[in-house]
């Protein structure tokens, strides 16, 4: 990321009443350490009604709700890689393991 450019905002809404504070402050954290040049800010934002959203700037990339639950980490990775960076390799998480 060159400083011409703005610094991306993810945006990760999640349930108080469900008590997902700590699933989403841990996906924060590994956004974070993982994006450190690329993200400007990783939010967390209170909400209700089983909400766990996450957004890359205004596009929505996940809905625990449409998805049918929450993201693995390596998928939410490549989802911000896809956006943020889309020429990055995300080394293990990147890589395709056989079907058992």
């Not at 402050?25 to 089983?50: K, R």
């Amino acid at each position: 990321m060159t400083s011409t450019q703005p610094a991306t905002r993810v945006a990760i809404t999640y349930c108080t009443q469900c008590q997902w504070l700590l699933r989403a402050g841990w996906m924060a954290q590994e956004l974070l350490q993982t994006f450190a040049q690329e993200l400007g800010e990783v939010a967390l934002i209170p909400g209700t009604g089983g909400i766990f959203r996450v957004t890359v700037g205004d596009e929505l990339i996940w809905d625990r709700k449409e998805q049918g639950g929450f993201p693995e980490i390596t998928v939410l990775k490549q989802l911000v890689r896809d956006r943020v960076d889309p020429d990055r390799d995300l080394g293990h998480a990147d890589r395709v393991t056989p079907d058992r």
